[in-house]
């Protein structure tokens, strides 16, 4: 084995040690944070009984706050899977898979989401896709500011590949962050909820498969996603 | 309708179990519950006690013998594989779902963040095989 061989190879190993590492380590904190979270909740309701509303605030903080960790803990194990666990590659409608991912999650009522078109039937890992599909659909959600939220999925097919496309009418991304934001734990930070990983999970599925990731936004008027899945066998 | 499980509780962590056994104490019907600490002390609870427990709620991970393995060996044990099991987890993780259910669950719970959502969760189990039959052991 060449030496450049035998350093890639040990580069894998230490890249799935990690993931492995990110993954134990997630799991345990998740369970200590299910600890405190329950011990918490029965401070805060021997506090209301004892002294009236006032003082639970920082309570209601704490509470928060553990909610957070668990979301970060939560995507943390979504990104260390990526690598981890090997594909099984299935027939996926996306017409179905996509209506399924809109009906799971929680969409406000002035947020509309409409489907452009067919959506193509591919080969691929029905969960890697529907990582991709929910964090781009939920990202554009959860940062419309509009009265009258547009959310809009479509498709073009080229020879060898789709390309898909999720435009939204939110509060847009300035420019000098449209490659910045597919790194890990970056956030814009105008959403309190948002742990910055959703982006580079969506990333990460996509360098699996060979596809690509790109914006197109302006600010205040709206942000466009687009990425690539080939039609070849995903393997 | 039964109105009282018996039920052999594995779990090595004492705040889980403050909350499972603050959760049963609100609930309408009086449970019984066996507490085991790992999967060693919760076998040999089941190789010496006369009756089984009617459900096993099981948590996966822990010290001595694991979750995995623990069910692995009751599923291959004639006498015990056809005790119902509970997976009562904080991993959602693809390959225990996997797992479990190829050596056989009759649930796979994750336990969620907040402690009402537990406790909700928790009864509806409870509640569910309440209604069930089971086999005279």
Known sequence: MSQKEQLLQKLKYQNEQLDDYAHLVSHDLKSSLRSLSALLSWVKEDCIEKSGKESVGNLNLMEAKIEKMDKFLEDIINYSEIGATSLKTTTIDLNKKVSKIIESLHIPQNISIVVKGDLPVLKGDARRLRQVFQNLISNAVNFNDKENGLIEIGVEEAEDFYTFSIKDNGQGIPQEYHEKIFNTFTTLGYQEKSTGMGLSIVKRVLDLYGGEIWVESEVSNGSTFYFTISKKDNQ | ?137
């Open chain 2, 1 to 137: 309708m039964r109105k009282s499980l018996n039920i052999l509780l594995v779990e090595d962590d004492m705040i889980e179990i403050m909350k499972f056994n603050r959760t049963i104490s609100k609930l309408a019907y009086l449970h019984n519950i066996i507490e085991a600490k790992n999967g060693e002390e919760a076998l040999e609870i089941l190789y010496n006690s006369e009756s089984l427990p009617d459900l096993i709620l099981l948590d996966l991970n822990m010290p001595k013998i694991n979750g995995l393995e623990f069910l692995s060996i009751i599923r291959n044990n004639a006498h015990l594989k056809y005790i119902p099991t509970v997976i009562l987890t904080s991993s959602s993780d693809h390959k225990d779902v996997t797992e479990c259910h190829q050596l056989g669950i009759a649930g796979y719970l994750v336990k969620p963040l907040k402690f009402s959502d537990y406790s909700e969760s928790i009864k509806t189990v409870l509640d569910y095989w309440c209604f069930n039959e089971f086999v005279e052991a």
